[in-house]
């Protein structure tokens, strides 16, 4: 009877420890989801201010960001041809205008002269292009735009750096950030010269190189709510070619088998 007893209270004990465990591992796994989620709210929050947001602090003579600059980063390695990826920075308080702007600096970046696809990280609004020799730089882009990834591609005689980049609040939510639809631009080290690739109310949302190609397949968001911004898990992706030399975007999927797909889906076609 003792015995009894005893595996009883063993059993009742283990079984209390058990549920135990299992509520401080459901709620170590909500508050890991919680931390994950305000994370990338934090990310996709820091692009910069809408333009109405940037007129309302004009009128102000105020700013809310000023401009960071990153350390130089060899990429044309035969030519000394440096980029310098300009970021921002939000301040904790407005401060005026006229006020005198400084800089900070990233971690040193080691540069290869190997070929190969590469790309830098990071909180972007331009890019300078410079050369330590002769003392030049460039900005590339002359209008407002956000963006986070600078990639890098090298085919023979050529080096492309490849942009996805918003340029309008399309999403409304205060800050131009990659929420907003999506460009791709490219520029060539070679031509000197910036491409941009887009279709109308559609967001660049990935892109390809087709083997042994300048030649590119881009993924394009369609915005079906009309909200302003393309939602990866409920909204459908369409394909196209995009031809580097000439420019010109085309459709992979031929016209009649994608409205075949579509039947098909529906149950029209049997």
């Not at 990280?121 to 002769?134: C, K, L, R, S, V």
């Not at 460009?183 to 941009?196: G, N, R």
Request: proline residues 2%.
């Amino acid at each position: 009877m003792k015995i009894e007893k005893y595996n009883q209270r063993l059993l009742a004990t283990l079984g209390t420890v058990g549920v135990i465990f299992l509520i401080v591992a459901l709620i170590t796994f909500i508050s890991i989801a919680i931390i994950e989620h305000r994370r990338y709210d934090d990310d996709t929050e820091t692009g910069i201010l809408s333009d109405e947001k940037i007129e309302k602090l004009q009128k102000e003579n105020k700013r809310e960001q000023v401009i960071s600059y990153d350390t130089p980063k060899l990429v044309d390695t035969l030519n000394f041809g440096y980029i310098i990826p300009v970021s921002h920075k939000t301040l904790n308080e407005k401060e005026d205008i006229n006020s005198i702007l400084g800089y900070t600096s990233s971690k040193e970046y080691a540069p290869s002269d190997r070929r190969y696809s590469g790309g830098f990280y990071g909180e972007f609004n331009n890019i300078i292009i410079y050369n330590p020799i002769d003392g030049t730089n460039k900005k590339l882009f002359d209008e407002r735009v956000n963006f986070d990834d600078i990639n890098t591609e090298y085919f023979d005689k050529e080096i492309l750096l490849l942009m996805q980049i918003a340029k309008k609040d399309t999403h409304k939510d205060g800050v131009i950030n990659l929420k907003d639809f999506k460009s791709l631009y490219i520029y060539s080290f070679m031509q000197k010269e910036l491409k941009k690739i887009e279709i109308n109310g559609m967001d660049v949302f990935d892109y390809k190189f087709i083997h042994n190609s300048k030649d590119l397949i881009i993924e394009f968001g369609v915005d079906k709510n009309d909200d302003g911004q393309y939602e990866e898990h409920n909204e459908p992706t369409l394909i196209k070619k995009y031809n580097f030399e000439s420019g010109l975007l085309t459709d992979i999927i031929d016209k009649q088998i994608n409205i075949d797909l579509q039947k098909t889906l529906e149950g029209s076609i049997k």
